[in-house]
């Protein structure tokens, strides 16, 4: 049979507030447990939720920046439900009028094209605690720390076919959100967490089948496998005439396979209702401008802008644009340069290839955008050959200074000047008569391969500082004038 | 040695006395602490006595007195009920399931009266979190009515009530969620004022229904609740459901003058269920209005009927999350060796809460349920706007309304106890004020054979003066408010 | 709208109460009573209205983003029925 995936996705974002959405406690990942959670936090009777405003904006950023709309009278729920790490017994959430209401946001994909996705909604909430179950031994403890943490909760319609759709939407999610500034994005600690609503039917087919939700994914690359694994396991139900369970399920990266959700067998009746300790939050239009009016150059805009600006290439926008700080620094490059293809190039060759080895950002590259652009300088000016320039490129990375003093220290300067080379090439040509008379007799083709015996032998003289191009120059009229 | 008259003495002549450094604040304090002692074995009116603390903040007070830096309150001695959290006290809610509980932090009022410089003397009884009109649902034993042993004080705030009856304090916190300031303050002759919803924080007093609660003072005249009021109203940048609206000095502004007020009377209040002798102390006491000046006028209140079934859908619901907090795992009752996770939940919830706790919890969350939510819960809040706008209508032609506080007088235990329903009906003419969130008084009307009723005035939102001007030009034409009840207990 | 045993048992374990066996009929009957008061509210046309969760319809204010809590572990932990190393504790949970 064949089968196709449908698919729609939950984001729960983690809001880069300072502190918490209805408390003042700091939202900073990793403090000792329950350090970071107060009274309200905890739920403490009489304690009441006081709502933060940069959640707010957030959230309002977010909804301009995929052109949704924003609700502009929208309300807390409480959605009831029993869990160790769910202080008051209910999550403040907003069920009946979110704050950020449908939308539709192209994801460029990598051919250049896009794939549209519709956002139904996106709402305000509080993260849940940790529940640990790895440091004692018959019970379970709990950290509040991440509780009230503010969530953003971007849900889509069933939009997506295959995985690498949904990767796509995460990806250029996660670019929009840093571009935005209102999330770190930082999957490793939990700023994004996916759910992925997956059902099978057949190809051809219009109705929905039964689905399943898997829980809490927090990588890009656990997105893509968690999706093949369930795709095959539900294909394998179907196959062997089973029926899929409406189940929630959990991803485990190490056996590489979903498995079903203990704790979320009970069916669950969640009781929303409007969250009587908050009020509407309602935005008037003199509020919605003017959160707008501060939005960013977002990627799409700052994608066109380089392919016009800088001629770049869609490939090497596509390659720059997604990271915030990488298309920064670019821009910065250019800046001191003026040279947009060898700044793209260095990012994204020498300086990419040398972080990642590193394991290191673009924010904490130990060159500057200054200093590298320095070094393309000196590329485009002719003193560094581009073998040169990698050997300056390694000293800039281990902090020798900037370019220029490194050519210095190193003498490192590329011969250029044509008298100096004029010597050069006249003393190879007299030392080597039979080499000479070969290239002579020889036709064009294989004169060409020929004249690297000479280069070879100018360069060593040079220890390697002979400026090829004018070598080159220099050496074809050398030799064609022995004729 | 302390005249016992000072224990009927009203908050204002008091405060007088303390200025006027004719008795200190620790005098004072001893006095009441001695009558705890002495009635609060027959009462269960207190049930956390904050002995040596409250000593100390008496010299405190007495300190800030001799050096003129009174302000309006200081050194007067409060009980609170114990539905405010009181940092280092033990506060719990009347319930089981807090017996423990020992908060890090102030309730906004409790913090506000501190500032104040008044002296806690302790922490009153109550229905189990507020969940009552008798008090009996308290986990610590009901409280008595000091005018009939054998009677309930009302409730919830009926530890509160009989406290003050008693001349235990000379003022009283309670809350009001359906009645439980005016009918309590009725069942014990007293003077209780429910604030407009959103006059007083609600921060650090433990949530029963969070869109209706509303805490307020209780005392021997209303003039003690305009210098109360005062001290506890006002926006609270930890509640977001405070109103930021100008609070007045409802006791500076107290006006004797209602000449030309009118007073609706609901005809769906004053009909034929109404009892007899409560009609006529009401009666009496709107007579007393009259002749000072006020206008009587008969109004309508169409939708009153669906006040109770309106209520009784909207506070469980709320309530039922609002208890949902109180689980075994952060604080309050945990039972004995969970065996998992469920189990935790079943016994320390059913173990921690009493009988008409569970009942409103399992009523509101049936009402929030699938399948109930548009029949139960959202119908509710459509009939509240209803109820609401009936009685905005009503005030665009009338300043204050009036009716009873509570039905009839105290009644005896276990009258009420086996059917939850006739219980409901004590607050039958309280809730609908909850429900529009107006401010409602309740002033002393008089007697029906030695036990005390109450007359409920009702203001406009955020107009708790015109109540209390009403209410202390009443007490300035009447004694009925001096009336106590003669307390020959013995020392058991 | 009457209610069985069987619900009353259903809600009972949405809210986390037990009931005994013994106490099912009683807890059952008086329940039915508080449904059938409330029940009423069918009696009245609301087609028209807007829900009101607020007396006062006012408007959500909103605080500014700042850190004002210190860690106060230790005072807010004091009533913990079960902790150990900062965490509470609960009865092992298995997701």
């Known amino acids: 049979m064949n089968w196709e995936m449908v698919m729609g996705l939950e984001v729960h974002l983690q809001l880069a507030t300072q502190s918490k959405i209805f408390s003042g406690s700091s939202t900073q990942f990793g403090g000792a447990p329950n350090e970071q959670a107060d009274a309200v936090d905890l739920g403490m009777p009489g304690m009441l939720p006081v709502l933060n405003e940069e959640a707010v904006r957030f959230a309002v950023r977010f909804g301009l920046g995929i052109g949704a709309r924003i609700g502009e009278r929208s309300v807390f729920d409480r959605k009831n439900y029993f869990y160790p790490d769910l202080p008051k017994g209910y999550q403040v959430s907003q069920f009946f009028a979110p704050i950020v209401c449908e939308g539709l946001f192209e994801v460029p994909l990598e051919d250049g094209s896009f794939f549209p996705v519709r956002i139904t909604r996106a709402h305000l909430e509080e993260d849940a605690g940790k529940s640990v179950h790895d440091i004692f031994s018959q019970e379970t403890g709990i950290d509040l720390n991440r509780a009230g943490t503010p969530l953003l909760e971007i849900v889509t319609e069933p939009d997506f076919r295959t995985a690498e759709q949904a990767v796509s939407y995460l990806k250029a999610l996660h670019s929009l959100v840093t571009y935005l500034g209102i999330s770190d994005g930082n999957m490793a600690e939990g700023s994004m967490r996916c759910d992925i609503n997956i059902s099978l039917r057949e190809k051809g087919s219009e109705g929905l089948g039964t689905r399943s939700e898997i829980k809490n994914v927090n990588s890009f690359r656990f997105v893509e496998r968690a999706i093949h694994s369930e795709y095959a396991r539900q294909a394998d139900l179907l196959e062997s005439g089973q029926t899929i369970t409406q189940e929630t399920r959990l991803y485990d990266a190490e056996q590489n396979t979903t498995r079903s959700m203990r704790s979320k067998e009970v069916a669950n009746d969640y009781r929303y209702f409007p969250e009587p300790d908050l009020l509407p939050i309602v935005l008037d239009k003199e509020y919605i401008e003017a959160v707008r009016a501060s939005l960013p150059e977002l990627p799409e805009a700052k994608r066109a802008r380089f392919a016009n600006e800088f001629a770049l290439s869609k490939y090497d926008a596509a390659l720059l644009v997604p990271n915030h700080a990488m298309a920064d620094y670019f821009e910065s490059v250019v800046k001191s340069c003026g040279s947009p293809k060898l700044a793209a190039n260095w990012i994204l060759g020498d300086l990419s290839g040398a972080l990642n080895r590193h394991e290191m950002t673009i924010q904490n590259s130990p060159i500057s955008a200054n200093r590298l652009g320095g070094l393309i300088a000196r590329i485009e000016d002719g003193t560094l050959s581009s073998k040169l320039a990698k050997q300056v490129f390694d000293a800039l990375w281990d902090q020798e200074g900037d370019a220029d003093q490194i050519i210095a220290a190193r003498s490192l300067k590329q011969v250029s000047d044509s008298g100096a080379l004029e010597t050069m090439v006249e003393d190879v040509i007299s030392q080597n008569p039979d080499q000479v008379a070969q290239y002579l007799a020889a036709d064009e083709v294989k004169r060409k391969k020929l004249s690297g015996f000479f280069v070879g032998q100018i360069m060593k003289a040079s220890k390697g500082q002979a400026n090829p191009k004018i070598l080159n120059e220099l050496l074809l009229r050398k030799l064609t004038d022995q004729s | ?492 | 709208m009457p209610v069985s045993p069987e619900d009353i048992k259903n809600v009972a374990l949405l809210a986390r109460l037990s009931i005994s066996t013994s106490d099912l009929a009683e807890v059952t009957e008086r329940f039915g009573r508080v449904l059938q008061l409330v029940d009423e509210l069918n009696t009245i046309d609301t087609s028209e209205v807007m829900p009101m969760s607020n007396p006062h319809d006012m408007e959500q204010r909103l605080r500014q983003d700042a850190v004002t809590e210190t860690n106060n572990r230790e005072a807010l932990m004091a009533s913990a029925p079960a902790q150990e190393q900062g965490y509470f504790l609960v009865p092992k949970v298995i997701d």
């Open chain 2, 1 to 492: 040695m302390v005249d016992t008259k000072l224990l009927t003495t009203p908050v204002s002549q008091l405060r007088q006395l303390l200025q006027e450094r004719d008795i200190s604040s620790v005098e004072l304090t001893q006095a009441y602490l001695n009558q705890i002692d002495a009635v609060n074995g027959a009462l269960n009116a207190v049930i956390t006595i904050c002995r040596e603390q409250a000593l100390e903040e008496a010299r405190v007070a007495d300190a800030q007195l001799a050096k003129g830096q009174a302000k309006p309150l200081t050194g007067i001695p409060i009980l609170h009920k114990d539905i405010f959290c009181t940092h280092g006290v033990r506060t719990t809610c009347g319930s089981r399931m807090l017996d423990q509980f020992i908060p890090a932090y102030d309730a906004t009022v409790v913090s506000k009266l501190k500032a104040e410089g008044v002296v806690v003397l302790g922490k009153c009884n109550m229905d189990e979190f507020a969940m009552g009109s008798s008090n009996e649902t308290s986990y610590f034993g009901s409280v008595k009515n000091p005018w009939n042993l054998d009677c309930v004080p009302g409730g919830s705030s009926g530890g509160s009530a009989a406290a003050l009856a008693a001349g235990m304090a000379p003022l009283v916190t309670g809350t009001d969620t359906g009645g439980s300031i005016r009918q309590p303050a009725s069942l014990c002759g007293i003077t209780g004022l429910k604030p407009t919803y959103g006059r007083v924080s609600r921060l650090g007093i433990i949530a029963f229904a969070s869109s209706l609660d509303q805490a307020g003072p209780m005392a021997r005249t209303a003039e003690d609740c305009a210098l109360a009021l005062t001290v506890m109203a006002g926006v609270d940048a930890g509640d977001s459901t405070s109103a930021d609206m100008p609070v007045p000095d409802f006791h500076a502004a107290l006006n004797t003058d209602i000449e030309g007020l009118r007073i609706g009377l609901p005809r769906e209040y004053f009909n034929d269920d109404l009892d007899d002798a409560v009609r006529n102390r009401v009666m009496t006491g709107l007579g007393e209005l009259e002749k000072a000046g006020a206008t009587l006028v008969d109004i309508d209140l169409p939708h009153s009927h669906y006040a109770i079934a309106t209520y009784y859908v909207i506070a469980p619901a709320e309530a039922s999350a609002n208890l949902a907090r109180y689980d075994g795992v952060r604080f309050g009752h945990r039972c004995d060796k969970p065996k998992d996770l469920v189990d935790l939940y079943l016994r320390s919830r059913s173990e921690g809460f009493g009988e008409e706790v569970q009942r409103r919890i399992l009523v509101g969350t049936y009402a929030l349920s699938a399948g109930f939510y548009d029949a139960y819960f959202n119908k509710a809040q459509q009939v509240r706007r209803i109820i609401a706008q009936d009685f905005h209508r009503a005030f665009e032609d009338v300043d204050v309304i009036a009716g009873p506080s509570a039905p009839g007088v105290a009644f005896p235990f276990g009258a009420k106890q086996q059917d939850p329903v006739a219980m409901y009906m004590e607050d039958i003419y309280t809730l609908a004020v909850n429900l529009a969130g107006l401010p409602g008084l309740s002033t002393p009307a008089g007697l029906i054979d030695g036990m005390p009723v109450g007359l409920q005035l009702i203001g406009k939102p955020f107009d708790e003066q015109t109540i209390l001007n009403m209410a202390h030009r009443l007490q300035l034409d009447t004694d009925w408010h001096m009336a106590h009840p003669n307390l020959e207990i013995s020392a058991s």
